[in-house]
């Protein structure tokens, strides 16, 4: 089955756009597959176009190279895309393009098998994975608290809020009492000079994790000084890309979570390679996702297949906001979530 056809379909939407790309093959056959690239979330107005950088490298860059190519052959056309356009730099919009065109691959492939992709990894080694809701920051007690509930009564049992105040999180957990489960991701906020005495005072919040408290957010040599002096365990790794990158960061000791974000990373091909090298350093495997989609199903199917893996990232929308792509909440028991249904990659549409 030969690539006919590859093309990127931004879904433009004010606060939450989506960028799939499609992979057609001679037979009729169609994965689907989403790119992502980290910009700030829930954030309006924001000038330029976001996604045609990463579409544009999609239809005019890679897309064009892999028509004729055999589908299945999804190793192959990663190293060769990767070898063709590594001088535009082998990370960054590069890595989101190829991420895209991957995750349509495996789609393709687990279609044309008739088997959902975990099973192409190998099968599930998880029945359930405990899930944790992920919260747009909101600064104030009152509506931080109001979403927090919010995503309770939905059915999670953890909750990561996106907050840098460390009163806040004192607040929030005094107003929740010692039951949920709660994460920060501080988003590089912490002032390197009294991170280690703010993470101290967030002890008493009792938090799984601390995730991305520093900024410049891969000086990890920064991170390792923090993890020392730190009673939260650490959380990082959504902004990183490569083999290297990864492998500065594990041996950085500076990290006891790992959040790759497949939609930035190179795909299933790569997230295979990066779940082995956390297993090798003994670092549990937490994906990063902040979309729901293609790219959120290809984050279940690779967690599901690895063993390392403890926990997924689920984004968590204020009300009456929807991903353009249609997606909706995977259902979820025991605040652990399940793959979602179908062959490929599979569906969580409504
Ligand atoms: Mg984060």
Not at 36 to 53: E, I, N, R, S
Not at 65 to 72: D, H, L, N, Y
Request: net charge negative.
């Amino acid at each position: 089955m030969k690539i006919t056809r590859v093309t990127a379909e931004p879904l433009e939407h004010a606060r939450v756009p989506q960028l799939l790309v499609h992979v057609e093959d001679d037979a009729g056959n169609l994965g689907t597959g989403e790119c992502w690239w980290g910009v700030a979330t829930m954030q309006q107005d924001v000038p330029g176009d976001t996604l045609a950088p990463i579409a544009a490298t999609v239809d005019k860059l890679l897309g064009p190279r892999c028509i004729g190519w055999e589908a299945g052959r999804i190793e192959r056309i990663w190293g060769d895309l990767m070898r063709y356009a590594y001088r535009y730099g082998d990370e960054g919009i590069l890595r989101c393009a190829l991420s895209g065109i991957d995750l349509a691959l495996w789609d393709l492939l687990g279609k044309r098998l008739a088997q959902p992709v975990s099973q192409l990894l190998g099968g599930t080694v998880h029945d359930a994975l405990p899930v944790y809701a992920s919260l747009p920051g909101q600064r104030e007690l009152a509506p931080l608290l109001a979403e927090v509930q919010r995503a309770l009564a939905a059915g999670f049992t953890a909750v990561k809020v996106h907050e840098f105040d460390v009163d806040l999180v004192l607040a929030l957990r005094d107003a929740l009492g010692p039951d949920p489960i709660l994460m920060v991701d501080a988003l590089g906020r912490f002032p390197p000079a009294t991170a280690a005495h703010q993470s101290q005072r967030l002890a008493e919040a009792r938090l799984t994790f601390l995730e991305t408290p520093l900024y410049p957010m891969r000086d990890y040599r920064l991170l390792a000084r923090l993890r020392r002096d730190s009673p939260i365990p650490l959380a990082v790794g959504e902004h990183e890309w490569s083999f290297d990158g990864f492998e500065r960061l594990f041996k950085s000791e500076s990290v006891s979570f790992v959040q790759p974000e497949i939609c930035k990373i190179g795909g299933l091909t790569f997230a295979r390679r990066i779940g082995t090298l956390a297993e090798l350093y003994g670092v549990p495997l937490c994906p990063h996702a902040y979309r729901l989609g293609p790219g959120f199903n290809a984050t279940l199917h690779w967690a599901f297949a690895s063993p390392g893996a403890v926990w997924v990232e689920v984004p968590f929308l204020p009300e009456g906001i929807d991903f353009p792509s249609g997606a909706v909440l995977p259902p979820l028991v025991n605040g652990c979530a399940n793959l979602p249904p179908g062959v490929g990659l599979g569906d969580c549409r409504r």
